[in-house]
């Protein structure tokens, strides 16, 4: 099976998959400066690449276009960055979920390659909650604990941030390695300040010169595939299992 994208289908295709309830899965990354190695768009291809692959093994599903602008705070003084406040993303984010709510739509997943995206998705998620009833996923690399501790050969500089280092990289040359300058790859290794998980420090403050957290040369595609892999398997997991409790709420 292979993921069907929504922009691409006619009149009747398109009415054919409502009637069928499908899960619809929005890929959202960021327009952001991802070092030297990697483009700009970096979590878009990523984020797009997941949901296809979710989008394969998942029966009555659909990959909507990526929503490519996010919200970018901690990288905002680097060279490309753009960024959406957070009221205009989670307002994006709540209409395009209305709208596909109202076409038949059930079930949303966000699918998610931008950490600082996580916010708007919550809010964005609990107000279709409250004012439709929808049922809203939002998945950020699922699972992944336990395989990164495996795979990855780098000491991570800060338990949850991670920016075109082996993790990220070893994701792009898994999924769009016909973007990767390799090459170009430089390790990174900044002191972060002892209290940036409590108060508010934008990256170029500790680290002037890149944004890369950590060392992209020890990145491989086989690194990428393990960890994609089981977050791909957890997505499917956790969308068979919200459909399969709301088909047995209809029934
Ligand atoms: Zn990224």
Not at 184 to 193: D, G, I, K, S, V
Not at 233 to 244: D, K, M, N, S, T
């Amino acid at each position: 099976m292979s993921a069907i994208s929504y922009e691409l289908l006619n009149s009747g295709e398109v009415s054919e998959l409502l009637a069928r309830r499908p899960v619809a899965l929005l890929p959202l990354g960021a327009v952001e400066n991802h070092g030297e190695h990697l483009p700009l768009a970096t979590d878009n291809l990523l984020a797009d690449g997941v949901a296809r692959q979710v989008a394969a093994r998942v029966p009555d599903s659909v990959v909507l276009p990526p929503l490519p602008y996010g919200q970018v705070w901690s990288t905002s003084a680097y060279a490309g960055t753009i960024s959406l406040t957070l009221e205009t993303f989670v307002g994006v984010l709540y209409e395009i979920g209305a709208s596909l709510f109202a076409q038949g739509v059930p079930l949303l997943a966000f699918v998610n390659g931008h950490m600082g995206n996580l916010d708007a998705m919550k809010l964005a998620a609990r107000r279709l909650h409250d004012e439709h009833g929808m049922k809203v996923l939002s998945l950020t690399y699922p699972g992944i604990g336990e395989i990164s501790r495996a795979v990855l050969e780098e000491e991570r500089i800060h338990p949850s941030y991670f920016h075109a280092c082996e993790l990220e990289t070893s994701y792009m040359l898994h999924l769009a390695p016909e973007h990767v300058r390799i090459e170009l790859a430089r390790a990174n290794r900044p002191t972060l300040p002892p209290d940036i998980d409590v108060s508010p420090t934008p990256w170029h403050t500790f680290s002037p010169d890149s944004p890369v957290l950590g060392d992209p040369t020890l990145a491989t595609a086989e690194k990428g595939r393990a960890i994609i892999d089981v977050a791909v398997a957890r997505i499917v997991e956790l969308i068979e299992g919200a459909r399969a409790a709301q088909q047995s709420e209809r029934t």
